[in-house]
């Protein structure tokens, strides 16, 4: 299994998220730290789930970075989280409508 599904199944697993996308960007920091042939190495990660509500920033991204140890000490060398609850707005939606 490729390292972006073991992170996609891990993630479904413990949180059940309502949406949830696992983005390898490893070719957008080629010949930067971390990076190697192959890709796998920087991923983003957009999560929605309840799991998250009522929980603060540090400690959901701590949840993510325990479950995700494994993948963090293999070789991931960048994981951006965006992680939020259904009843928080996307702030990427927010950025689209400022730029119209």
Do not use: C, Y
């Amino acid at each position: 299994m490729s390292t972006k599904d073991t992170i996609h199944s891990k993630l479904t697993q413990a949180f059940a998220p309502v949406s949830l996308d696992v983005i390898d960007e490893s070719e957008k920091h080629r010949g930067h730290g971390g990076w190697r042939e192959g890709g796998e190495t920087h991923f983003r990660v957009r999560i929605v789930s309840e799991a998250f509500a009522g929980m603060s920033r540090v400690n959901r991204h701590r949840a993510i970075n325990d479950l995700l140890a494994d993948e963090l000490a293999a070789g991931v060398h960048a994981l951006a989280l965006e992680i939020r609850s259904p009843d928080e707005p996307d702030p990427r939606a927010a950025r689209v409508s400022d730029a119209s």
